[in-house]
Every structure is written in structure tokens, then in C-alpha cells.
Nanobody
Framework: QVQLVESGGGLVQAGGSLRLSCATS????????MAWYRQAPGKQRELVTS???????NYADSMKGRFTISRDNAKNTVHLQMNSLKPEDTAVYYC?????????WGQGTQVTVSS
């Protein structure tokens, strides 16, 4: 069974920064695309960013220039560095890993940005 362990959420003031981390097992990590999604209250879950095993990244337009996804291959971990946070970034952030035609989700971590 694939497990994703997320960490790093919390409360931050607007303009601040947070770094989220998502760790998984080595055999799964090295072969698959990983991504971060988020879901705000009353809204659908949306893609924030993704990264392939080779390091190719993709970002939602509203996150470009503020968020950075990266892989730490030594620790089988993906990080999401979030800068210049806005109140509208408040959401539960979920880690996701593609496995075959589907994928697995982490438990989610709350990010709250106060104005």
C-alpha cells in the first residue's frame, strides 16, 4: 500500500512563507509524477503544481512565481515552497502520486493565511 506523509502546514500572515513536504517509499517515489492539490472550503480540489521523475514541473497560473515544487531524491520527498502567501491560498493541501492509471492521496495539511 502506498503511503504519503505530509507535513509543514500551519497559520501564516499574508506575505509570509510556508514549506510543505510529502514523503513516500523509495520504490514508488522514483518512478512516478507527484503533485500538490488544494481544496478551499466550498470549492473543488484544484491542481497547484506537479513534478515528473525527471524534474519537469507544471504550475497553475495563480501560483507561478510564488510557489516552487522540488524533489529531494535522497529522502524520497517532494517539497512545496510557498512564498508571498495570500488569504485566498487558504486551503487543505494534498499530496498526490501517480501510480499506473490512478494515484494515491495524502491525508492533507491545512494552510491558513490571515490578512
Amino acid at each position: 500500500q502506498v503511503q504519503l506523509v505530509e507535513s509543514g502546514g500551519g497559520l501564516v500572515q499574508a506575505g509570509g512563507s510556508l514549506r510543505l513536504s510529502c514523503a513516500t517509499s523509495g520504490s514508488i517515489y522514483s518512478l512516478n509524477t507527484m503533485a500538490w492539490y488544494r481544496q478551499a472550503p466550498g470549492k473543488q480540489r484544484e491542481l497547484v503544481t506537479s513534478i515528473t521523475p525527471g524534474g519537469t514541473t507544471n504550475y497553475a497560473d495563480s501560483m507561478k512565481g510564488r510557489f516552487t515544487i522540488s524533489r529531494d531524491n535522497a529522502k524520497n520527498t517532494v517539497h512545496l515552497q510557498m512564498n508571498s502567501l495570500k488569504p485566498e491560498d487558504t486551503a487543505v493541501y494534498y499530496c498526490w502520486i501517480r501510480v499506473g492509471l490512478g494515484g494515491y492521496w495524502g491525508q492533507g495539511t491545512q494552510v491558513t493565511v490571515s490578512s
